[in-house]
């Protein structure tokens, strides 16, 4: 995106992830968030498809200049409450309105 001026605590954002099929009706996501890597299973209803992308939605919890704090609808093997902090940089070059 051009301008991440969008990008504010509360907003919803949506971010590209790879998907594999899950246990139990389940997706395993993946997103290579540079240099972190979150991965963990999420309901299939919740995540969006577009062709052969994928993506996972969340809330915006917090910005600091460094990192982004996000709250995602998935249970991550690094973060079981499904709350990811990315580099804020990473963020404003992979996340998008949701």
Known sequence: MASSAWL?????VRVRC???PG???????????EPTVLS???KKNLVEKQGPAAYLHGKV????PKAVSVRF??????AASGIASVA????????EPG
């Open 8 to 12: 504010k605590s509360g907003k919803i």
């Open 18 to 20: 790879d998907i594999q």
């Open 23 to 33: 246990p139990l009706g389940e997706e395993l996501v993946t997103i290579n968030a």
């Open 40 to 42: 963990g299973f999420i």
């Open 61 to 64: 919890l917090s910005l600091t």
């Open 73 to 78: 609808p998935a249970s991550f093997f690094t």
């Open 88 to 95: 804020r940089d990473w963020a404003e070059r992979n996340m």
